[in-house]
Structures are given as structure tokens and as C-alpha cells.
């Protein structure tokens, strides 16, 4: 067992275990950080694929993404310790049994699989990085910033949707 096998085991059991947790957990909070855990794992996925640059990209959007649906989540919703909780032990074992029968096949059909073999990694030359760089301020410059300012309107429209909501009741 190598090294990398055993980085991309632990990796994807944190992937997929994160998304379990978060459709199963009832308080918002919890449901975030089972997302973080699932994004960050994500992102050390597409590290080992040799993707450095998508990796920090996905780390560094989500784990905004994430502190702003935090607060979004928290501020917007009606939090009542009362009902968290009820009634759903029955559904999370039925969730937990499905998921484990069907992570067994995927585990029985990947071993009985005859994958050929890889061709050897080409050596890098240039970073993805640096590539991905020159591509998008060079040729796609205009569509980037189209779309940050897309995305503000769009922030800014769902704090005045969320505030309009709030004043009303």
C-alpha cells in the first residue's frame, strides 16, 4: 500500500462521510461543517490528481462560500431546540444501511474490474497554475470580470431580498 492510496482512502471516506453528515444532521451549524469537511476533501482530492491549482481554487472559494452560507444560515432561520431531532432515528438507519450496501458494490465492482494499465505521468514542464493564469487574463479577461460583477448584484440582491423579508414580519 502506498502512500498516495492511502492519502486518496482517507480522503474519500472524509468526502463521503461529510455528505452523509450533512443530510443527516438537523441543526444548521452542524450541517455546515459536515459541508466544509466535504469540500476540503474535495479539494485534497483534486491535489493528488496533480490539479494544485484547482485544489488552492476550491479551498479558497468554498471556504468562503461556506463562512457566508454560515451566516446566511443562521441569521435567516428560525432556530428551535424543541424540535431538532424528532422522529428521524428510523430514517438515518435506513440512510446509513442504504449507503453502506451500496458503498460494498462500488467496493465489489471496483475489485473485480480489470483496469489496464496507466500510461507514466509526462514530466512537467509548466504549472497548471501559471497556464490557467495566462489563459484567463489574456483571453478571457472581459467574461472574468462579467462575472464577479454578476455574482456581487447577486449577493447584494439576496441581502435586500433577506432584509425586505425580515422587515415584513
Do not use: C
Not at 483571453?139 to 462579467?146: A, G, Q, R, S, T
Request: proline share 4%.
Amino acid at each position: 500500500m502506498t502512500g498516495e492510496f492511502a492519502a486518496f482512502f482517507i480522503l474519500s471516506l472524509l468526502t463521503i462521510g461529510g455528505a452523509v453528515f450533512m443530510i443527516s444532521f438537523t441543526r444548521v451549524v452542524h450541517m455546515v461543517i459536515s459541508l466544509g469537511i466535504t469540500f476540503i476533501s474535495i479539494a485534497g482530492l483534486f491535489v493528488l490528481l496533480g490539479a494544485d491549482f484547482i485544489g488552492v481554487a476550491q479551498v479558497l472559494v468554498y471556504s468562503g462560500a461556506i463562512s457566508i452560507l454560515m451566516l446566511f444560515g443562521i441569521m435567516l432561520t428560525k432556530h428551535d431546540a424543541s424540535d431538532e431531532g424528532t422522529g428521524r432515528k428510523w430514517k438515518n438507519r435506513f440512510i446509513l444501511l442504504f449507503i453502506v450496501i451500496v458503498f460494498a458494490l462500488l467496493f465489489w465492482g471496483i475489485q473485480r474490474t480489470a483496469w489496464p494499465a496507466s500510461p507514466p505521468p509526462a514530466p512537467a514542464t509548466v504549472s497548471n497554475a501559471h497556464e490557467i493564469g495566462l489563459e484567463v487574463f489574456t483571453k478571457y479577461v472581459i467574461p472574468f470580470e462579467l462575472v464577479s460583477v454578476l455574482l456581487l448584484v447577486a449577493l447584494i440582491g439576496a441581502i435586500i431580498m433577506a432584509k425586505k423579508e425580515e422587515d415584513n414580519e
